[in-house]
DNA sequence: CTGAAAGCGCTTACAG
DNA sequence: CTGAAAGCGCTTACAG
């Protein structure tokens, strides 16, 4: 391995010529152009422990996701993994394995890592991780969720469930089932949920009853059969495309067809929503562009540039098989 | 921030003490007690960069994925993340996006990162992945991969197609398509199928055909419609899950009822397999466990303590409800 | 524009 | 068992 010492010594310059040379500083075209050339003939990259250590900062972005498997974070990480490697920072990915104290933990973790701005994807944002937050001195930018103190990019959950309203509303649905999620995820239990809600507000001749479920499908298969063992609707508006997998499933297994015996819609956009079969009406999100985004804002962040507090992001609703037209027809 | 200064005056002793208390050095019991006390009062944590510098060495193992969307590689993080964790190594996770000299870059730029391990799931590995693993002297651990110079931990595709050729047989398919990969990759696109390949050997009285996809979901279900055309199979087993998919919403769309007008299978074991209809039969594979057992080797490697060559993992059989029973039956 | 010097926070022989 | 010293590979004022 090759040292700056090596590169000063083979282009006749101190080492203090080449830092400044690496770093943008002043140097001479001449000096500029010999120490270009011995680096690219040594194939020298500098050690970025030394760089870090003196330096006091790395270029260094923590992403803390809530867990692996699942097709939100995975295609999130993919927008975030590219804007940074475009701009030359480096990603580093803490999983909290849906345990919000190891989210915390994280936080420390990654601050003791140096690094230089933190991507947070949380279900909800509690007095300890604004502790942790406040404590570590790190710029932050929250994925998927909004907080008056922090600066994030989120989706449009609330039109999102207005949009999902006014579609099955005109489909002719009537008797609405709309199976939701914990109250304390905000953007999926609340702004969902409320969008929708406004929809159906807007019409007077229908029955709408909320239950919950939690996120995933076996959870999902089992709330729908107490459901539908409560009643009977002819749709189930679920808050995820994971809980309508579930769900769909729940109908298979009681012999119910789909959409001509129950109607059933996703939010989220999966692929897997397209290839199955009735492909599922859901709300696709911009999932990989909310990382994209969010990591062009850390960056500016880090850069001490100014950035909008929250950037909120379109959702598009795509009609598919999985809900019945009942326009017109008698119920 | 306290630095090992802090804590040397603090207890009273000099700093190359407490780095050899810190590094399991020969310490007095006496001052071990009096530099833990200091320690956890002022909270003190070493400085990696610092660290690194000086020992030339990190406790970060790099992981390079072909991708992050998908089944497979999310559950084997998973579990590399779970035992490294407890193990106290950092995990570095880096994604190639598919593309094979991303991967040789990625080698060298983890090399570059000082990682003292490297775990690699790639398709296949040709000169140029040897030659920076040479090049870079980290020790590497293959996972879902063999090769005769490299660690590796496997799963038993062969076994795993055996046992598909078996069950399909016992269920009565006598004209068969096998939708299988490209044989770059040697353990989805040639091992499997010659697992099923020798199940089906043994059998005289069978029609095989075997065809080729891409590894999307959107590519297999092109890749099913032109089987289709040309020939019309009691079956058609696919050499993964997503595959599967994507000749399920072809039949979907040729409206064939899977399993009455065709059985479909695959291989991998997806959790949305289970929630499909009809449920996938497929062969599970322990991808966590893959993770789990690599992330040990590698910090076995890194230790110098011995590894065997290949680490092999059971598959299991997943008999479901997309494979007509066809014994007894007259086609 | 350029160089000598100090120092970032550690670890590691080496003496005692 | 313990401490003084050197040094890991950089960056950053400071003089010139």
Redesign the pocket.
């Known amino acids: 391995?090759?040292?700056?010492?090596d590169i000063?010594r083979a282009a006749?310059?101190?080492?203090?010529?080449?830092?400044?040379y690496?770093?943008g500083?002043?140097?001479?075209e001449?000096?500029?152009e010999k120490i270009e050339h011995i680096i690219k003939q040594h194939n020298?990259?500098?050690?970025t422990?030394?760089?870090s250590?003196?330096?006091?900062k790395t270029s260094i972005i923590g992403t803390i996701v809530p867990r692996l498997d699942s097709f939100a974070v995975s295609q999130t990480l993919m927008g975030i993994d590219e804007e940074l490697r475009d701009r030359q920072y480096q990603l580093l990915i803490s999983s909290a394995n849906q345990d919000m104290n190891r989210e915390i933990e994280e936080i420390y973790a990654l601050a003791r890592q140096k690094i230089s701005g933190l991507l947070l994807m949380a279900a909800q944002i509690t007095e300890q991780h604004l502790k942790a937050i406040r404590e570590c001195r790190i710029p932050v930018v929250m994925i998927g969720q909004q907080h008056s103190l922090l600066h994030s990019v989120v989706h449009d959950d609330f039109h999102a469930g207005y949009m999902m309203g006014q579609h099955i509303l005109n489909k002719g649905h009537r008797r609405i089932a709309y199976l939701g999620v914990t109250e304390q995820d905000i953007a999926v239990g609340v702004k969902r949920k409320e969008g929708f809600r406004k929809a159906l507000g807007e019409h007077k001749d229908c029955e709408v009853r909320y239950y919950e479920s939690g996120f995933r499908m076996n959870e999902a298969v089992a709330a729908a059969e107490r459901l539908l063992e409560d009643w009977v609707p002819t749709i189930i508006v679920c808050a995820t495309d994971n809980i309508a997998l579930g769900v769909m499933k729940a109908a298979f297994l009681k012999q119910i067809p789909i959409p001509s015996g129950i109607s059933v819609t996703g939010f989220g956009g999966y692929d897997v929503t397209e290839i199955i079969h009735p492909a599922l009406t859901t709300v696709k999100y911009n999932y990989k562009r909310a990382g994209k985004l969010a990591a062009e804002n850390i960056i500016s962040l880090v850069n001490r540039e100014p950035v909008e507090m929250v950037t909120i992001l379109n959702c598009e609703i795509i009609g598919r098989e999985s809900v019945d037209n009942l326009q017109g027809r008698i119920i």
Chains 1, 2 share one sequence.
């Open positions: 391995m090759k040292t700056i010492i000063a006749g310059v101190a080492k203090s010529t080449v830092s400044r690496l770093n500083g002043s140097v001479s001449e000096t500029r020298y990259v500098p050690n422990f030394a760089q250590l003196k330096a006091k």
